[in-house]
């Protein structure tokens, strides 16, 4: 991803509390872009396996009558987690339990600006 | 003995600010005391509450420090729905207001006020 991308993302790990790791992945949960604090990635969270189960609960969630889904919130003991459906991208937010999920969710429209030629990229293939 | 009327009072008093349904169901996503406005979403609120549920619940147990999962909150275009855990059961409220504070807060309650009554039937 470019360096702009790159940049405002590691601007947000810097300005939201309680915030970890960023990740960018495909709908299969393939990282296209990860970032850290600190270098280290927590367990819960970041594994491919657990960003995949996004697309299935997504898409479920769209069937509640409810309107098509924009978000998920997972608050486990000790982590937070918010997956953001951008599809065909998945943007996921691994913080502490005290992490500001508003901060986040409010951002909605500024992501759209960065990664919008990247979904159309996606789209395409 | 579980008093279903009673049940569903309590599951009632968070019918208000936009919460339009109060479900209280099994892991299996079957349906044990509802409290709303729409029967039919409320079947198909359950069903894939607790599938979503089951699925992200697993990996906080998988992971090396166990970390269970407390509260899931589905946000979409015309609403939120929020999941925990109340005993072996699961808590959900389905609202159609974007205010995930006070959703989070009246689920809490519930579940403080629910917990110790609902263990009592845990098998």
Not at chain 1, 75 to 83: D, E, F, G, L, R
Not at chain 2, 42 to 53: G, P
Not at chain 2, 83 to 106: E, S
Request: with cysteine; charged share 20%.
């Amino acid at each position: 991803m470019s360096d702009e991308v790159k940049k405002f993302f590691s601007s947000l790990l810097q300005k939201i509390n309680g915030l970890k790791a960023i990740i960018i992945s495909d709908r299969d949960g393939v990282p296209i872009l990860k970032l850290s604090l600190d270098g280290k990635f927590p367990e819960l969270g970041t594994k491919q396996q657990f960003l995949a189960t996004f697309t299935i609960a997504t898409d479920q969630s769209s069937k509640m009558l409810l309107g098509q889904n924009k978000s998920i919130i997972l608050m486990y003991k000790s982590t937070t987690v918010v997956q953001l459906n951008k599809s065909p991208l998945i943007i996921t937010f691994v913080g502490t339990e005290n992490c500001n999920t508003g901060h986040i969710l409010s951002l909605d429209n500024e992501i759209d600006k960065y990664i919008g030629e990247y979904k159309v990229i996606l789209d395409r293939d | 003995m579980l008093k279903p009327k009673v049940l569903t009072n309590v599951l009632s008093q968070a019918n208000t600010g936009g919460v339009e349904n109060t479900l209280l169901l099994n892991n299996d996503g079957a349906l044990l005391a509802f409290s709303g406005f729409h029967n039919k979403d409320a079947r198909i609120t359950s069903a894939i509450a607790s599938n979503v549920w089951s699925a992200y619940e697993k990996h906080g147990h998988n992971s090396f420090r166990e970390d269970p999962l407390q509260f899931l909150i589905i946000n979409c275009e015309g609403g939120n729905v929020i999941v925990t855990q109340v005993a072996n059961l699961l808590l959900c409220l389905y609202a159609n207001t974007d205010n995930l504070g006070i959703l989070k807060t009246k689920i809490s309650k519930l579940k403080e006020k629910l917990e110790i009554p609902l263990q009592s039937i845990q098998t």
